[in-house]
C-alpha cells in the first residue's frame, strides 16, 4: 500500500454533491474572511472523509457474520426483529453498531443469501445510542435468507443527526458477505438479529470495521464473548 493510500480513500458517489456544496460555501467564506474560509476547507475535509468507501477484505468462510457499519458495539440485548419484516415474533440476539459522524458510513451486508423482505418505517430522530432508537426512530429494515433456510436481520436506524437512509438493494437480490447495501447519511446506528441459538463473537464496546470484524459464526458453538478494557 502506497502512503497516499492512507490518507486519500475511494469516495461514495452519493458524497460528490455535499462535497460540491461544502466546497462552494468555502469558496464564498473566503470572500467574506480568510479565517471562515479555514473553517470550510476543514468541514470539506470532513464531508469528504464522510462519504469515504474504502475497500475491505472481507472474510471468505462459509457461516461468517460481519460487521455492516464501522463504529461501536453499542448493545448486545434480546429483541423482537422489526414487524414490517415478518418474520419470527420470537426474541433474537440483536447487535447494535453504532456509528459516530467521523466512522464510514457505507453499510455491507453481514452475510451472503437473497434479500426476502426490506421494508421502510418512518419515525423520530432520537440519538441512535440510546435502547428505544431500535423502535422510535426511522429505519429500514432488510431480511436476508441464507442458503440453509435461516435468516438474519440487519436494520438501519437514522439518528440524532442523520436525516436520510440509503438502500441500494431491492427485494430478491442475490448479495453476498461484505457487499455494500446502503448508507446513512451524517450519524446512526446499524443492528443484527441473529438467528436462534447464534451467540455474538464481539462484546459491548468494541470497535467494528463494515465489511471485516467477525461479529458471528454460525457453525461455531462457542458462547458469547466477553472482554475486558485494557
Known sequence: MKMRDTFLKPMHPEGRKFVAI??????????????????G??????????????VRATPDRDGLIVSPADGIVSLIEKAVPPAELGMSDEALTRVSVFMS????????????????????RPGKFL?????????????????????????IAVV??????????????SEG?????????????????????????????????QTMVAGET???DLTSGEPARSAREA
Open 41 to 54: 476547507v476543514g468541514l470539506t475535509i470532513w464531508c469528504y472523509y464522510f462519504f469515504r468507501d474504502p
Open 156 to 169: 438501519q436506524i437514522a439518528g440524532l443527526v442523520a436525516r436520510r437512509i440509503v438502500c441500494f438493494s
Open 127 to 151: 440519538n441512535a445510542s440510546l435502547d428505544k432508537a431500535s423502535a422510535d426512530n426511522e429505519r429500514n429494515s432488510l431480511c436476508i435468507e441464507m442458503a440453509d433456510g435461516r435468516q
Open 173 to 205: 437480490d442475490e448479495i453476498q458477505t461484505g457487499e455494500r447495501f446502503g448508507l446513512i447519511r451524517f450519524g446512526s446506528r446499524l443492528d443484527v438479529y441473529l438467528p436462534e441459538g447464534v451467540h455474538p463473537m464481539v462484546s459491548l464496546g
Open 101 to 120: 459522524v467521523f466512522n464510514c458510513h457505507v453499510n455491507r451486508a453481514p452475510i451472503a443469501g437473497r434479500i426476502a423482505a426490506i421494508a421502510y
Open 22 to 39: 461544502f466546497a462552494a460555501l468555502t469558496a464564498a467564506l473566503f470572500l467574506i474572511s480568510t479565517f471562515l474560509g479555514w473553517i
Open 214 to 216: 467477525v461479529l458471528a
